[in-house]
Every structure is written in C-alpha cells, then in structure tokens.
C-alpha cells in the first residue's frame, strides 16, 4: 500500500513559488497530525497540521510556506512562496505524529518517497 504520495516539485529561480501536493491513500487509517519535512542532507521539520487546524512552522520558512489540507480529496498541500537556494531539498510528506511541535522535530510514523526541489540563485 503506497500511503502517502508526493508531487509538485521542480526547479525555480529564487523569489519562485511551488506547491507540493501530497494524496493520502483513501486506504489509510486516519491520521490526526500530518506534515512536511525536507532533507539536505540533514532532516528539518518544516510544516505541520493537526486535525484540529493547528500549525507550526520551522523558523527558516515562517511566513513563507502555508500547510493546508483539503479532508475531502485526503490532500496535504504546502504552498512555497519566496523560495531561496537554501531551500533546495528532497521534500517529503509524512503522518502520525503525536503533536505538531513532534512533527517540527521529524517524529512521524512513515513519510512518502519524496519530491526533488530545486531553487537556484
């Protein structure tokens, strides 16, 4: 079972936007707590929800990125704008965490293959 799907990367000039989309298997068992993290190479949490609404955002992209989701279709968006080179990464949509302060500390239960994000200067 392919739970989490990602998709929307690319390459950008900085100052670009991008979202990334993530499909949640309609197979899957709900999930209370889903987000975003990036690797490169290291792993940052960057962007969470919770079922109730709540957000948390890493500091390096507060006020940049916007994590929504669409119940309805089982989507997890992540809306980039104002990308900087230092934002290129490997993205990758992942659920189950326990809090979204967990999920800024990369403590999820399973994540997707991931989506290549490429911001040159």
């Known amino acids: 079972l392919v739970d989490l799907v990602e998709s929307g990367g690319g390459s950008v000039q900085a100052g670009g936007s991008l979202r990334l989309s993530c499909v949640v298997s309609?197979?899957?068992?709900?999930?209370?707590?889903i987000g975003w993290f990036r690797q490169a190479p290291g792993r940052e949490g960057i962007a969470v929800i919770d079922v109730d609404g709540n957000t948390a955002y890493a500091e390096s992209v507060k006020g940049r990125f916007t994590i929504s989701q669409d119940n309805a279709k089982n989507i997890v968006y992540l809306q980039m704008n104002s990308l900087k080179p230092e934002d290129t990464a490997r993205y990758y949509c992942?659920?189950?965490?326990?809090?979204?302060?967990?999920?800024?500390?990369?403590?999820?239960?399973?994540w997707g293959q991931g989506t290549q994000v490429n911001v040159s200067a």
């Open positions: 309609e197979f899957s068992p709900v999930t209370t707590c």
């Open positions: 992942a659920r189950d965490c326990d809090t979204v302060e967990d999920g800024l500390r990369v403590r999820f239960a399973s």
